[in-house]
């Protein structure tokens, strides 16, 4: 049994603040990424890795030293690295002859390999040769998705699946508009994936609502897919499966269409409209041979029954 695995039972309040941490919650913690250099990675490679590393922050992981492994051969380092660090999400970055500029990105379900996909560079500029202003640590992205292909294709549409998960940060409840700073773009385009980073700039427009304009800050990377791994359809959608307790309960008799206004129903006895109260009104008043007439009538009625 790895000593990872095996049931260790706490001998510190620090040591169980620790598991308490990695213990099963309903509610997730931010997932984290590890960046791991490859056993022949050039400077090109490592410097993506720092580049984007510095977007994770401080949800992130950068092992400096070389790890000689093959993701699509080999997945248990990979997934003793996840355990070790607590990571759900890595990044794998080498270079070779065959493949050279490689990066592989992918994500883990129960410290195993859920699914990932190789990219090679064909082109980078660092966040050091872009001389504009950059975001402060933590700041989350806006992601945008140009393309046709992220909606067609199952191998691009995994792709944006797990960008969105690499790169989504914190789950928030409101949003401040000072608060979107900058934006990662992708782009499908024939055959090839444009990534870039630009900073928000809110501009004076005379009005309420500030004009925005982008400037680039950097990294911008100019992607080619390889290979690809992905996870059967049965497994993929035990990993989407959501606890019971966290499932909206059904009200009943509340519905919503597709705008997403709400409708009720009520549910009411049947009414007696004979007794309804109206305005009362003089001409609306019954005269006195009106009333004679509905007297004898009753007493009519009355005799008959009996």
Do not use: W
Request: proline letters at 4%; aromatic letters at 8%; charged letters at 35%.
């Amino acid at each position: 049994m790895d000593a990872l695995d095996r049931v260790v039972k706490p001998k510190t309040k620090r040591a169980k603040r620790f598991l308490e941490k990695r213990e099963p919650k309903l509610s997730e913690n931010i997932k984290n990424a590890m960046l791991i250099k490859g056993g022949n990675a050039n400077s090109m490679v490592t410097q993506v890795l720092k580049d984007v590393y510095a977007l994770k922050k401080p949800y992130g992981v950068l092992y400096k030293k070389k790890n000689i492994t093959r993701p699509f051969e080999d997945q248990t380092s990979l997934e003793f690295f996840s355990k070790k660090s607590d990571c759900s999400l890595f990044m794998f970055g080498s270079h070779n002859k065959k493949r050279p500029n490689n990066l592989v990105i992918g994500r883990m379900y129960d410290y195993h390999v859920l699914d990932m996909i190789e990219l090679g560079i064909e082109k980078f500029v660092s966040l050091k040769d872009i001389k504009n202003s950059k975001c402060p640590e933590g700041t989350k992205p806006m992601l945008i998705f140009a393309g046709d292909d992220f909606d067609v294709t199952e191998d691009y549409r995994r792709l944006k699946s797990l960008l969105i998960d690499f790169f989504r940060g914190p789950t928030v409840a409101n949003i401040r508009l000072a608060g979107l700073e900058y934006v990662l773009h992708f782009t499908a385009l024939n055959g090839k994936i444009y990534f870039r980073s630009y900073k928000l700039l809110l501009k004076k427009s005379g009005c309420r609502t500030p004009r925005i304009e982008l400037e680039e800050m950097g990294p911008s990377l100019d992607l080619v897919l390889r290979r690809t791994h992905l996870a059967s359809d049965d497994l993929y959608k035990l990993s989407m499966k959501m606890p019971k307790a966290l499932k909206p309960k059904k009200k009943k008799n509340v519905s919503q269409d597709t705008f997403g206004t709400t409708y009720g129903r009520i549910h009411m006895q049947k009414q007696d409209l004979s007794k309804l109260q109206t305005r009362k009104m003089k001409g609306l008043k019954k005269r006195p041979a009106e009333r004679i007439t509905e007297d004898q009538e009753k007493k009519s009625k009355r005799i008959k029954k009996n």
